[in-house]
């Protein structure tokens, strides 16, 4: 797993030093390890003594997401024009600056330092620290903390450990080649950071309603493809009765992905009348991150996602048309 180099350390303590105040903000409909990357990213900011602005775009529609939600403001307090070069932009997590979101702010005039480890990840013109086979991003903020700051306390380990824990799926993802991240969650542990109590806050307190929309989503899945790929849709109305607390989508994909013979699966959302977003999630080789690009999106290997123009019928249509390319390319022609 990667470690980072003394030079990306180097290179981020300089933007720290050559910067007088930072906005930190990480990708819209935040997840765990985004929220939990980017506080502690603050936290090394105000260790330096500079001032910054912590944003989100959200929305924080995850339960366990609630009690982080106050510590992110929606609007950048943007600086004087002639403080404007002075003022760093630390993005957490995604390294596009559309997916940070509409909160009225032109991100690109800021100098920008992206950490991050989505596939997808391009840096262009930014000071990047970017791994895509880190689990999380999580684990590359506790690399910089430990060497910028030191020994985390209970607090911080904690939210690095929800970080760490809520990209790894508690850890089942990780494979044979994943000791150095049960040595950094060790780490944690030892701070103080509880995995029971971690993992209670991630999996309990969800909506009555997110079991009922769950229920809906498992009665439309179909499967595709002889049966390698499943696709199901959630509708607005759908949205409109059920889906106002959130949803359960981790569920969703771990249960279709548990079904014999299944490669992938496509949850597919529309969001207005004429735009959807998708969730792809894959076991193995099959490598959904390059069916998300095709759509402008992006995202991991085996699990990914996109926003994009039309209608569900048509926007599966073209998603199950890809995934047969994806399929006969990786030598498992329907």
């Known amino acids: 797993m990667p470690t980072i180099t003394k030079e990306q350390i180097?290179?981020?303590?300089?933007?720290?030093?050559?910067?007088?105040s930072f906005i930190i903000a990480g990708h819209k409909e935040p997840d765990g390890d985004c929220i939990s990357s980017c506080i502690v990213l603050a936290?090394?900011?105000q260790k330096s003594g500079k001032p910054f602005q912590l944003i989100s775009?959200?929305?924080?529609?995850?339960?366990?997401l609630k009690r982080y939600e106050q510590r992110f403001a929606r609007t950048v307090q943007e600086p004087?024009?002639?403080?404007?070069?002075?003022?760093?932009?630390?993005i957490a997590d995604c390294s596009e600056i559309q997916r940070l979101g509409d909160m009225g702010c032109d991100f690109s005039r800021y100098d920008r330092f992206i950490i991050d480890h989505h596939k997808t990840s391009a840096a262009e013109g930014s000071a990047a620290i970017i791994y895509p086979d880190s689990p999380a991003t999580a684990y590359l903020v506790q690399q910089l903390y430990e060497q910028l700051v030191g020994t985390p306390d209970a607090k911080t380990a904690s939210l690095l450990f929800f970080g760490l824990a809520?990209?790894?799926?508690?850890?089942?993802?990780?494979t044979e080649n994943s000791a150095d991240i049960f040595h950094a969650a060790a780490r944690l542990t030892a701070q103080g950071a509880s995995p029971r109590v971690i993992y209670d806050e991630m999996?309990?307190?969800?909506?009555?309603?997110?079991?009922?929309?769950?229920?809906?989503?498992?009665d439309r899945?179909?499967?595709?493809l002889n049966g390698r790929v499943i696709i199901t849709y959630e509708t607005m109305e759908d949205t409109r009765t059920l889906g106002q607390e959130g949803r359960d989508s981790d569920s969703l994909y771990q249960l279709l992905l548990a079904v014999s013979g299944v490669e992938a699966v496509a949850f597919v959302r529309q969001e207005t009348d004429r735009s959807c977003t998708v969730g792809l999630r894959s076991r193995?080789?099959?490598?959904?991150?390059?069916?998300?690009?095709?759509f402008g999106g992006g995202g991991h290997k085996n699990a990914a996602g996109l926003s994009t123009e039309g209608t569900i019928p048509v926007l599966v249509s073209r998603l199950l048309a890809e995934f047969e390319k994806s399929l006969q390319h990786a030598g498992t022609a329907t």
Request: overall charge positive; hydrophobic content about 40%; charged content about 25%.
């Open 221 to 224: 899945a179909e499967r595709k």
């Open 80 to 90: 004087a024009a002639q403080e404007l070069s002075g003022t760093g932009l630390i």
């Open 166 to 174: 809520a990209d790894t799926g508690f850890f089942r993802f990780l």
């Open 203 to 218: 999996t309990s307190g969800k909506p009555y309603s997110t079991r009922k929309l769950l229920g809906l989503m498992l």
């Open 43 to 45: 936290q090394i900011v």
């Open 284 to 294: 193995d080789t099959l490598d959904v991150s390059a069916i998300a690009a095709k």
């Open 10 to 20: 180097q290179a981020f303590r300089q933007f720290l030093n050559t910067h007088r």
């Open 57 to 64: 775009a959200g929305p924080f529609k995850r339960p366990e």
